[in-house]
């Protein structure tokens, strides 16, 4: 029993030792919120992903809260950002992903297109995603001051209505909220703001489709995952 007991005593201190110099990699989501615009008998949500990666070693990890006390914090190694674009109508859901080094937003309806501000200028919606517009188009709408900020909201905006999906609120102050919005009367969307935020479809005696579920949190993974969550920033 006491031989026991010293190699556990043995293996806790070895354990102690190593610590400091292990290395760690980490990835803290920190996305979930997003925009929902609907029309007639279709919706639009656009959902945002952020994610950040860390490598560390135990001492770095240690001295975390004391960082972040101090309002110094550990800068990410890596990044990645990507808006999942939703599309709901009576009969279908199509969703695609696109991959952005700067967040695509300002989600803007103008006639029967929707248009957006992208990390190189102003985009419109394909179908599939979103790609630049040419300079005549730009102009033709108004250039950027006719692309609304994503937390204003509308009603009935040439038929347009705008709602915000918050994962946190001001200052990253907690959010805690439920609403629905009906699109017709076959489609009713139901969202659970906070974390984790969450975007249900409900059609007549059907029942609840999760369109959208995203928890922030922070992770500690392998070198793989976090080579290939990142690939190829990673390398």
Known sequence: ?????????????GAVLAFPRMRFHLIREDGGGGVMLWKGNEAYLFMFDVRFGYYMSGA?????????????????RNDSRSVTIIH???????????????????????????YATCPRGICKWNGVRFELVSIEEEQKIGGRNQLVNDWKEFTGVDGW????IRAIGPAGAAVHGQYSVEVSNQLVLLVGEGNPTS???????????RLWYYKRDLSLISKAKYDREFEPLAK
């Open 60 to 76: 770095e990890l240690l001295a975390e809260p004391f960082r972040n006390y101090l309002h110094s914090v550990t800068l990410p």
């Open 161 to 164: 209505s705008r709602r915000s």
């Open 88 to 114: 709901v109508t009576p009969s279908t859901v199509e969703r695609h992903i696109q991959q952005s080094t700067i967040s695509v937003d300002s989600f803007t309806p103008i006639g029967d297109s929707i």
């Open 199 to 209: 975007v249900y479809l409900q059609r007549p005696n059907q029942p609840k489709e």
């Open 1 to 13: 029993m006491k031989k026991a007991l010293f190699l556990l005593a043995l293996v806790v201190f």
